[in-house]
C-alpha cells in the first residue's frame, strides 16, 4: 500500500484509491467527486491532479508540493489544468464553456504528464452543456483526466455517471475536524462547536473559523426564531417585512442577494431544529448547536415530536425552494404561518 499525505481531512480511502490508480498505471480517464458543498471534493480533485503531474514526488501517486507544477497546480495557473464551473455558485455551467474546453482538450499536454479538466458543481451544468460533455466522456482523448464533482451522481443521468469512477464523499467525523480546525490554529475557544455545527463538511468549518462575523450572524437568525416562535402571525409578518427590506437595501449597497440572506438564516433554523428531532426521538445522533441546549430543550418540552419532525420538513422545503428561486418574501411569509406558537413560560 501507498503511504502519502495529501493534507486532506477525511477521505482516507478516496485518498487511496486515487494514489493506487497512479502508482498501479491505472488512472480512469473521468471521475466524478459527490458529496455535499463544503465535504471535500474540489481539494480531493486539486490534490489528485497535483499526484498526477508531480514531477518530484517520492513515489508515485504522492506529491511534494514544491515543484513547479504542484505549486502551480495549487494557484489555479497550471497551463494543463482547466477549470470549469457555473460563474456564480448557484448559476449555470452552459454550453459554450464546455466547447471550449474540448477545443482545449484536444492539444496534448504543454508542460504537464496529463491534462486535467476539473469541472466544478457540475450539478449547475444545463442539459446542453452535459449532452456536450458526453461525447468526451465516450471518446476520451489519450493524456486527458477529467474531474467531475457534483453534490451527487444523481444529477448526472446513468449515461454519463456511468463513464465514470464515481467517489462518494462522506460525512467526516467532527472530532477529525476539531482536531484539523486545532492544527491549522483555529482555535479560539469556538473549536468544539464548529466542528459539530459543520455537520461532516471540513471546508464549512474553515469557512466560519476564518470569518468570526458569520457566528454572530448566526447568534441572531437563532435569536430571531425563538423569538418568533412566541408570537403572533401579524407580529411574524412584520419581521419578514423588515428583513426583505433591510436585505434588500443591502444588497443594494453590494451586499449579499436577499435570497441567500434567508438560505442563511433557514441554515441555521434547520440544523436547530434538527438538533431537536434527534433528541425529541431519542436518537444517538450528535447534537450540533451544543451552546443552544437549552432553546433545544424548550422546543422539545413545548412540542410534540411528530410536530418537530413535521416542521423540520417545512423548512427544509423553504430551503429546497429558495434554492429554486422562489420568491424570497413568499417563502419566509409561508414559513410563518407555519410555525407553531409556543406560549412563554
Ligand atoms: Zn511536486
Known sequence: MVSMNWEIIGHEWAVNLLSRHIASDQVRHAY???????????????????????TDSKKAGEFCGQCRACQFIQREQFPDLHIVKAEDVGGILKVEQIRELQHQLALSPYEGKKRVALLLRFHEANDNAANALLKTLEEPAPKVVMLLTAQSKETLLPTRSSRCEILQLRDVSSDQIEEALVERGEEHGNTALLARLAAGRPGWAFHYASNPELLDERTEHLEDLIKLLTTDRLERFKHVELWTREWERERKRGGKHPRLRALGALEHWVSLWRDAMMLAYDATAEQRNIDRAQDIQMLVRALPREQISEILGKLEQSKRDLQKNANVRLVMETLMLDLPRILEG
Open 32 to 54: 466524478l467527486i459527490t458529496g455535499p458543498d463544503g465535504v471535500g471534493k474540489r481539494t480531493l480533485a486539486m490534490r489528485f491532479a497535483q499526484a498526477l503531474n508531480c
